[in-house]
């Protein structure tokens, strides 16, 4: 009988994970579906807020129902154009592999419109980012005056640029140079002098050691396998990939770009400083996540990129530009910390616009120029770019960048591979001696690509419980009023009673990352 049960595809309920055998799919379901199983620990039948009386709902409809009440959002919207889950065979693939070719992988076989689902913000979302979507929503409003969050304690100072910079050592210590452009040169570190006695890297307190290893190491893993370059669809390149042409509206948006406000404010030496503020770009983010990552107890190591990397998120109704609004991250980076590739963009971030001329110019130098097969070019559309667009336009500019696919094999997630990666990257032999707990890195931001969406990391957290998370901006979303106006004080010497709050925003786990099969990395060098 349990052969027989093996053999059969068992589908997870609450999501389209598929497995043969079914003591693994009931590991699956415990450790990632338990709160939609028994929210807030009820037992489901004793629930009366549980909508049971819905004998036309699936069980995944019922999950979304859930998670977008829990959101406090209509369960209407999570209803509106769902139709059935897709197995695990039949789920959309990311397109782009590490060298820019297409990736050979099953297309859904979900109606085209059956995939993306419009959001009461305008925008569409493809159905496996709903929960994110929706919770994302409500991070978006909170406010330090909202009586649910924690009061966070400020201290008194000037908020100029320069000055919050320079509070970094205050809080945390870093013995990396500043600068990345010697990066193959640098030394290891001096160790501390305080006594502390470091921790385990963060790859080891990821893979546990090895007489008690928390996971199989996830080195097996293979590379995304390369396949004919052909042109793509809605599965790939998003809802609008037949389309000829943006709207005119749009396009006139994206030429005027965000709102700018100039304020003057009082520098250190009391003089008067011209402050120039954009609406989709937050600076100074990192050190202030960084700071709760101190404060939050759960975490046990917690490593971070460079502060100059600005947090750029979309403009209302936009579309899907997250892959454009993340390399403009990418930027933020090299200009504010003067890399390899910073006289490129002198004056300010490239607009959506003159990044889709960069990566046709790529192209036309044969850079990953497959891509204009697969997307019939982007100039003036909102079709989505991935990886390999990114990767052409930087090597374009001379901008040295690595990219790499992790795709799930029969033994090993994809998630797993990625996160390894993530924590070797910012744990490495330049901060092998630190023994804080929060080290704030002068390394790059991280470009991020699954299917469907894309996200700059900025950091990774190891915590007490074993879970890693990868601290992320998201551009599909402006930081909450409470961390900016926590950016706006200028200072890292603040107190939160509560940090996990305002970082939840910002943190994609193990049990977002366990819904896809396929990641992506570029990394500038």
Not at 507 to 512: I, P, V
Request: charged share 25%; glycine share 6%; net charge negative.
């Amino acid at each position: 009988m349990a052969h027989d049960r093996q053999e059969k595809d068992l589908r997870c309920p609450y999501c389209p994970f598929v497995s043969h055998d079914f003591d693994k799919l009931d590991r699956h379901v415990q450790r990632l579906h338990a709160d939609v199983q028994h929210p807030n620990n009820e037992n489901p039948q004793s629930n009366p807020s549980r909508p049971q009386s819905e004998p036309d709902l699936s069980d995944f409809e019922l999950a979304q129902v859930l998670a977008f009440e829990e959101a406090g959002l209509p369960r209407e919207l999570a209803l509106s154009e769902v139709q059935t889950v897709p197995s695990n065979e039949q789920l959309p693939r990311s397109r782009e592999s590490a060298n820019g070719s297409h990736v050979d992988l099953p297309v859904a076989h979900l109606t085209d419109e059956a995939q993306w689902v419009e959001c009461f913000c305008g925008e569409r979302v493809h159905f496996l980012e709903l929960d994110a979507h929706s919770d994302m929503h409500a991070q978006e409003k909170l406010s330090i005056e909202d009586g649910d969050l924690p009061a966070v304690e400020l201290a008194n100072l000037p908020s100029t640029a320069d000055h919050r910079l320079s509070n970094i050592s205050n809080s945390f210590s870093t013995n990396i140079p500043r600068s990345l452009r010697n990066y193959d040169q640098l030394q290891p570190t001096t160790p501390p002098s305080s006594g502390k006695r470091r921790t385990p890297s963060l790859k080891d307190i990821f893979l546990g050691s090895p007489a008690s290893s928390k996971r199989k190491s996830p080195y097996n893993a293979v590379s995304a396998k390369e396949g004919k370059t052909r042109r793509l669809g809605r599965a790939e390149l998003g809802p609008y990939a037949h389309e000829r042409q943006m709207p005119n509206w749009l396009r006139r948006m994206l030429e005027d770009g965000a709102q700018v406000t100039i304020t003057n404010r009082i520098g250190p030496d009391g003089t008067l400083v011209r402050v120039e503020s954009i609406a989709n770009e937050t600076p100074g983010l990192v050190p202030i996540l960084a700071r709760l990552s101190q404060l939050d107890r759960s975490v046990e190591r917690a490593f971070y990129c460079s502060p100059e990397v600005r947090h750029v998120c979309k403009m209302p109704k936009e579309g899907g530009f997250c892959g454009y609004r993340n390399i403009q991250m990418l930027i933020s980076y090299v200009r504010g910390a003067e890399a390899t590739g910073a006289a490129c963009f002198r004056e300010k971030l490239p607009s959506i616009l003159r990044l889709q001329d960069l990566i046709e110019d790529a192209w036309d130098m044969g850079i990953n120029s497959n891509g204009r097969v697969e997307t019939g070019g982007i100039r003036l559309t909102r079709k989505y770019i991935g990886t390999p667009e990114a990767q052409a336009l930087f090597m374009s500019l001379n901008i040295p960048c690595e990219a790499t696919a992790y795709t799930t094999t029969g033994n090993v997630e994809a998630s797993e591979t990625m996160l390894c990666a993530v924590c070797e990257y910012f744990d490495d032999n330049t901060t092998k001696d630190n023994v804080d707990k929060v080290v704030i890195t002068d390394k790059p931001p991280i470009y991020f690509q699954h299917q469907g969406h894309s996200m700059t990391i900025v950091g990774v957290e190891s915590r007490l419980d074993g879970d890693v998370n990868l601290m992320v901006f998201d551009p599909m979303f402006n930081p909450s009023p409470a961390l900016k106006k926590v950016v706006m004080s200028g200072t890292t010497s603040f107190k939160c009673a509560e940090p996990e709050k305002l970082l939840k925003a910002h943190r994609r786990g193990e049990k977002y990352l366990g819904k896809y099969r396929d990641f992506e990395l570029l990394k500038l060098k």
